[in-house]
Structures are given as structure tokens and as C-alpha cells.
């Protein structure tokens, strides 16, 4: 079996997973969510506290399959760094008292494996990566082989949900909010305007759409219950659509019929049906990650150690080190 630590941000998790069969043996996530709320976001150094107090707890909890493990996973980018090292710092203990190797694990590309959780993997495929901190498009054509066709300019996809969440005095993570707000409201009443819809480049960007929700928000002044519907549904509207269009352009070139969507987003049940619609209109097969493991979680993490493992693709406690950005 695998032991596996995610720690890249707010989310405690360790999960462990047989090799042979790649059943989830063990799996315990703690959220930080009802911490960060109060703050509208997440703060690094609480983050790392809390994660110094829940991972260790956790750990207690799979002692008894200690003597089946061959080796220990842990996330050690992207992220904050102050979170992702007491991740690092755990499997490092762990790597020497238990005497196992040692396995690296990309946060993305767990992303990508959480399509592939209990089951084999499926390559090469195309694969939309939303989440709170990144916004790509990704050609997946086997493990740690993975070429970027589109990416973000600034802010992500989620991270737009949690700005917009909070300049309308709503909670923290914003993405679920929004899309529940939604729900109520009238997406053709605020005609925000499509970023990037005049120009060639296959890139995204949400800050200036973010922008045009602040000057809409001030403009109305005071808001009712149904203007912060009517604004949540606009926005999810078109914040789709620029997905959508730039999507139309890779899915004119790509011949992949394999397509997936991956990440904390991901769970957006609106962004699913809209792209659902799209790939059967472009012939690609939808894939989707079950909805429990679309947030950041040690399972995901695990199932990729597990191609790893296979490949003796294995790090020293000398190497093993964070890197919270990946250039």
C-alpha cells in the first residue's frame, strides 16, 4: 500500500491505497473552510497551524496498516509554502522511521489521476483543470507527460467565484455560493461582456470580468436579495461561456476524443452540463472525477504515487523539497 498527504492548502488529507487493485483503504479529509470564512479567504500561517494539528491526528488513525506500506506520497507543488512543507515534513518523518521511499507528487497532476481513482488509467485525453488557484488546459498523454495549451493570464476560474462571493458580502469559498444564488437568479438581466471573445489567443483572464461585477455592484448601490442572485447567475453565465469559447477553438484543432474537467471547479454542476453540451457537439467523450474527489484530497494524490511506484519514480529525503510555484 501507499500512503498518501495532501497539504497544499486548505485541506487536511491523507488517504491510503493499494497498489495492486487501487482500492482506497483508508481515506480522512478535515476542511478548513469554517476557519478561512470569517476572513473571506484562505490565510497561510492559520492554514499551516491547523494543518499541524489535523494531519498528525489523522496519521494515528492508520497506524495498523503501517507494516503493509512500500511507500509514502506527499504533495509538494504547487501551493502556499508554509502548508505544503508540513506536508513534506510528515512524510519525511515517516520515510525515515518506517525506512520507505519516497514519492513526489505534483498537486496538478494528482488532479488529472482523480479521473482514474479506483480504476485504470485512460490516456492520452484533454483535460480542463479549474480550481481556486489555476485555470488550464492540458494534453495528458500518460504519467508526468503533460504539455499546457491554455492557462490563465491572471485570475482563475474559482478564484473569480470567491472575488465576486465576497464583493457581494457572501461566504467564503465563494464557488458554491454563487452557483447556489444562481439558482434564483436571471442570467440575462447584467449583459457582462465576454473576456477575450475578439482575440486569437487561446488564454483566459477573469479579472476584467471581475471588474465589471465591482462597477455593476456599485452602480446598483444597496442590493436586494434578488440583485445578488440576478448578478451571481450573470456572472456564472458568462464566466462559462469564455471557457466555453476558448474550448472550441482547442477542440478544432485536437483530434483527442477523450475530454475531462478536474479540480475543486469542476463540481460546478452548471459548468458540467454546459461543457457536456459542448463535447457532444464535438464528438469528445466527457469524463468527470467523482464529485467528493474534485476538491484537493490525499486520494487523488495516492492514485498517481501508484504510477510512480510502478515506475520506481522515486525522490531522496535530500530532494524532497516544496515548490510552491511551478514556472
Known amino acids: 500500500m501507499i500512503l498518501s498527504i495532501e497539504s497544499s492548502c486548505d485541506d487536511s488529507s491523507i488517504a491510503i491505497t493499494d497498489i495492486k487493485t487501487k482500492e ?31 494531519l498528525p491526528a489523522i496519521l494515528e488513525q492508520t497506524e495498523s496498516y503501517f507494516k503493509n506500506l512500500k511507500a509514502i506520497a506527499v504533495t509538494n507543488a504547487p501551493g502556499l509554502s508554509v502548508t505544503l512543507l508540513e506536508g513534506v515534513t510528515m512524510a519525511k518523518a515517516l520515510s ?27 490516456f492520452p485525453l484533454l483535460v480542463l483543470l479549474v480550481s481556486g488557484g489555476h485555470t488550464q488546459v492540458i494534453k495528458a498523454k500518460g504519467y508526468k507527460d503533460f504539455e499546457i495549451l491554455a492557462s490563465t493570464m491572471d485570475d482563475s ?22 452557483e447556489k444564488m444562481a439558482k434564483e437568479g436571471d442570467e440575462g438581466r447584467f449583459e457582462f461582456t465576454v473576456p477575450l471573445i475578439n482575440s486569437p489567443l487561446i488564454a483566459f483572464s477573469y479579472s476584467g470580468l471581475k471588474n465589471q461585477v465591482r462597477l455593476k455592484i456599485e452602480e446598483l ?8 442572485c440576478d448578478i451571481s447567475a450573470s456572472f456564472q453565465k ?13 477542440f478544432e484543432k485536437e ?33 468527470l472525477a467523482p464529485l467528493e474527489f474534485c476538491s484537493d484530497n490525499a486520494v487523488m494524490i495516492g492514485r498517481c504515487a501508484i504510477d510512480g511506484y510502478k515506475k520506481d519514480d522515486f525522490t531522496t529525503f535530500e530532494k524532497l523539497d516544496i515548490m510552491a510555484r511551478i514556472k
Request: aromatic letters at 8%; proline letters at 3%; charged letters at 25%.
Open 238 to 250: 458568462v464566466a462559462t461561456k469564455h471557457l466555453l469559447h476558448k474550448l472550441k477553438k482547442i
Open 96 to 122: 525515515i522511521s518506517l525506512n520507505l521511499p519516497l514519492i513526489a507528487v505534483n498537486h496538478l497532476h494528482g488532479h488529472i489521476y482523480s479521473l482514474f481513482i479506483e480504476k485504470e488509467t485512460k
Open 221 to 228: 448601490g444597496e442590493l436586494s436579495y434578488q440583485d445578488k
Open 255 to 287: 483530434t483527442i476524443k477523450e475530454f475531462a474537467i478536474v479540480g475543486g471547479a469542476s463540481a460546478n454542476l452548471y459548468l458540467r452540463k454546459k461543457i457536456e453540451e459542448l463535447c457532444s457537439k464535438y464528438n469528445k467523450n466527457l469524463n
Open 24 to 54: 482506497i483503504i483508508f481515506h480522512k479529509k478535515i476542511s478548513q473552510e469554517i476557519d478561512h470564512s470569517k476572513y473571506g479567504g484562505v490565510v497561510p500561517e492559520l492554514a499551516a497551524r491547523l494543518h499541524a494539528k489535523a
Open 157 to 178: 476560474f474559482g478564484e473569480s467565484f470567491d472575488k465576486v462571493s465576497k464583493m457581494l458580502g457572501l461566504d467564503y469559498p465563494g464557488g458554491p455560493v454563487i
